[in-house]
């Protein structure tokens, strides 16, 4: 009996150590831009619990900041909305895009999952779902670090508001596209995936400098993901 217990320990911690790996890039990336979030959040007059809740149950890097933006400008409840949901549209796409994975998954367990699904974690589920690794306790860990992650960030940035003036000279902007970036590589396996990926980016660019707004992000993505699909059909 203790030999069994020893070996679920084992194979517990085993779990959890994965996970955490896997989930480190993204802890790297929240930290610092969650603690700019709380800093952001606390000097546009959030309230503490209300900057700590929004980031519990939103738990969305760019709809929180926009949120703290307009609520700053005085925008109306129905503007924060209509704008944050505009915003996370690509959400659509990312579920559809890991939902073939979870066709054996209870409707409870889908929708924990994607409440806590977010474009860094979409990133690493999606190279571990393709190459058959759909263990939901591993899935569930990866989440949840994440969020932790996002939240201690937001509290640290909270009790520093009042340290900071302003954390643009910080460079904490900086974190976010390198923590992508550190997502993509580990998703490229062949040339076609680095041209694929260049293009997107650069379509991206030059639709949100041409005054797309956020609707960059969305039209690229269907684009490069099109011309992906594309490329690999061709290769066949």
Do not use: C
């Amino acid at each position: 009996m203790e030999s069994v217990m020893n070996s679920q320990k084992i194979k517990q911690s085993s779990v959890l150590l994965s996970a955490f790996k896997q989930a480190l890039p993204i802890v790297l990336g929240y930290l610092p831009v969650g603690f700019a979030y709380g800093v952001l959040a606390r000097k546009s007059g959030i309230s503490i619990d209300n900057t700590v809740i929004m980031s519990l149950i939103v738990f969305a890097g760019s709809a929180q900041f926009i949120a703290v933006g307009l609520i700053a400008s005085g925008a109306s409840a129905l503007s924060v909305i209509i704008t944050t949901f505009i915003v996370n549209l690509r959400h659509m796409l990312m579920s559809a895009a890991l939902s073939p994975y979870l066709k054996k998954w209870s409707k409870l367990e889908i929708a924990g999952f994607t409440f806590q699904l977010t474009d860094e974690s979409f990133a690493v589920h999606s190279t571990r779902f393709a190459d058959g690794d759909t263990r939901k306790s591993e899935t569930f860990l990866i989440n949840s670090i994440a969020q932790a992650a996002w939240v201690g960030g937001t509290v640290l940035g909270i009790f520093s508001s009042t340290l900071i003036n302003d954390v643009k000279p910080m460079g904490l902007d900086y974190a976010l596209p390198g923590m992508f970036i550190a997502l993509l590589i580990f998703q490229i396996k062949d040339k076609s995936h680095v041209i694929v990926g260049i293009i997107t980016g650069l379509l991206s660019t030059a639709l949100a400098l041409g005054g797309a707004g956020q609707w960059n992000v969305i039209i690229a993505t269907l684009i490069g993901t099109t011309l992906g699909a594309a490329v690999k059909w061709g290769n066949k």
